[in-house]
């Protein structure tokens, strides 16, 4: 016991090491934004202002952004997520000012969560490879693209706990079958669904593994199973009680909702219950799995049908407008060669190694890994994102043909540390399949347009989808629209104000009380002729605009015209 604290411990402490030489650099690199609080995604600086608004005062169980949407927009995230920054902000604050405090925790939180992931891809690695596979899994580790960008400086969005997670639940799955590994994965994958959904399938694939292991051995496997369904049910119904917000019982599967909560109770029960049946033969248990997986879909379908399509509840214009075009979210086959061999190539050349482990030592363990990776690749096929999940899982298996590599000669160690460096998959796929020029036009999201905001008066801001993230954070503007799919009015306001004519675009504009407009590059494609972002681009706005400020770009903020009222429209 002494000697396996010891090399926990020691594992930690080079994981710890690592992270900080990564962290350090990364930050020094971007020093320049994260100075100013410009953080590297809309959704990382949506984070800061949801924890900015806690801190100040509303309510813990209160998530809604009340800047964001004609009427506030209840956010579909949790406060699990803002726990630690705010711990952090609060503990640097009297030391360095809120400002400082808050580029230190943006930069200290990552770093943790890096940490965390290295370390348990170390006792991941330890346990399936041996001990010398694990330098080289936790170097794969640390620079396993796309998720090592999930743990820049700055990231303080929820991925990359949700990554960190996904490891506990493997370090659990390839471990003894013990209650306590079993716990430990159903905690791991209850505090995973509180934080988002994105990890669904991966949980699926997990519980999958542990009740197949269950069919298979029986007796041996039936403590994991249960402890796995306990650990489940009992972090949902403590989150529950926790972290539900003021919309909780919205009727929605797309966070952590009482819809979720019921389906995440009704998928607890299940290992539970098998694990309390007596069955001795492996084909009753087979069969028995069976029913249950079968009886667990349909009462799920009856209790939470939500659950089947979550975010159904977009509308149709919004989804064919903006959400068929968010980046990570654009199925494999859909995104750009370059893009897809970058995402994707890691987690495949992770998949290879895991298969080659199996077809070697025949050990169950490494069947569990790959049910993780295929999971994670079946996600990346419908959304990019599953990327992220399957890289850090490619860890362990590389790291350990890396090892069985360098008893080969160095021409084959060569080869396994190239297949094995993520940050190289992208950059041989622009090499392989050179970008298009850039048509970029003014930017909906430059520091030039966002400071001219803050410049002005508090507002109402008419803007294109993108803009409201970061710009709610760097500003004391309200935005009628923002890149989350529950503002659904205000981004259907938002599109039709600048895709319709301008007597329509003025009509929207005085119904929503907005008192400053943004023309920018925020639309794929042309806009039709007619309407207001055709003229706006072409520079020639209606009289009921008054031009504030033109960017270096060409990105213009206007000012609504006071005392504007509602046109009378035609056909």
Not at 210 to 236: E, K, M, N, S, T
């Amino acid at each position: 016991m002494e000697s396996t604290d010891r090399r926990a411990w020691s594992d930690t402490l080079l994981a710890c090491m690592l992270a900080g030489v990564l962290a350090a650099a990364w930050a020094w690199r971007d020093w320049a934004n994260l100075s100013v609080l410009r953080l590297p995604d809309a959704d990382d600086a949506m984070r800061l202002q949801q924890i900015r608004d806690w801190l100040s005062g509303q309510a813990f169980g209160d998530v809604t952004q009340y800047r964001l949407g004609p009427g506030g927009t209840a956010m579909h995230w949790s406060r699990l997520d803002d726990l630690v920054p705010a711990a952090l902000i609060r503990l640097f604050e009297g030391v360095l000012g809120r400002h400082g405090a808050e580029v230190a925790a943006v930069i200290a939180w990552p770093a943790i969560l890096l940490a965390a992931a290295i370390a348990l891809t170390a006792r991941i690695a330890r346990r399936l490879g041996g001990a010398e596979s694990v330098m080289p899994a936790m170097i794969v580790a640390a620079i396993a693209y796309p998720a090592s960008t999930l743990f820049a400086p700055g990231r303080i969005d929820h991925h990359n706990l949700q990554m960190v997670l996904v490891l506990v639940m493997a370090w659990a799955l390839v471990g003894p079958s013990t209650l306590r590994a079993g716990a430990a994965a159903g905690v791991a994958a209850a505090l995973s669904l509180v934080v988002g959904m994105e990890t669904a399938p991966l949980l699926v694939a997990a519980a999958a593994v542990v009740a197949i292991d269950w069919v298979v051995q029986g007796v041996p496997a039936r403590a994991r199973l249960f402890g796995f369904g306990f650990g489940l049910g009992g972090a949902i119904l403590l989150s529950s009680a926790a972290f539900a917000t003021t919309s909780w019982t919205l009727p929605a599967c797309d966070g952590f909702t009482a819809i979720v909560m019921r389906a995440a109770l009704l998928a607890a029960v299940v290992p539970v219950a098998l694990a309390l049946l007596p069955l001795d033969s492996r084909p009753g248990r087979g069969i028995a799995l069976a029913v249950a997986g079968a009886s667990l879909l349909a009462a799920v379908m009856l209790a939470a049908p939500q659950c089947l399509s979550p975010y159904g509840g977009v509308d149709p214009l919004l989804r064919q407008l903006w959400l068929a075009r968010v980046g990570e979210a654009v199925p494999l086959a859909g995104a750009p060669l370059a893009v897809a061999i970058g995402y994707a190539g890691l987690m495949v050349a992770g998949i290879a190694a895991t298969g080659w482990q199996i077809w070697t030592r025949r050990d169950r363990c490494w069947l569990a890994m790959l049910a993780l990776q295929l999971a994670a690749l079946a996600v990346t096929f419908l959304q990019v994102r599953g990327a992220y999940a399957g890289a850090l899982l490619a860890a362990p298996a590389l790291g350990a043909l890396i090892l069985a590599a360098r008893r080969r000669g160095a021409v084959a160690l060569a080869g396994a540390w190239i297949a094995s460096a993520g940050m190289l998959y992208p950059i041989a796929a622009q090499a392989l399949v050179p970008a298009p020029p850039s048509s970029a036009g003014p930017s909906c999201t430059s520091p030039a347009l966002i400071a001219a905001l803050a410049g002005q008066p508090a507002g109402i801001v008419m803007a294109p989808i993108d803009t409201g993230g970061p710009a709610i954070a760097a500003t004391a503007q309200r935005f009628v629209a923002g890149a989350y799919h529950r503002d659904n009015d205000g981004n259907l306001a938002m599109y039709r104000f600048y895709l319709g004519r301008p007597d329509r675009a003025r009509a929207i504009a005085a119904r929503l009380g907005v008192t400053y407009v943004i023309a920018c590059d925020g639309f794929a494609g042309t806009p039709p002729r007619t309407s207001l972002a055709a003229q706006l681009a072409a520079g020639a706005g209606p009289d009921w605009l008054i031009r504030v400020q033109t960017m270096s770009d060409g990105a213009a903020l206007y000012r609504v015209r006071p005392g504007l009222s509602a046109p009378r429209l035609t056909r």
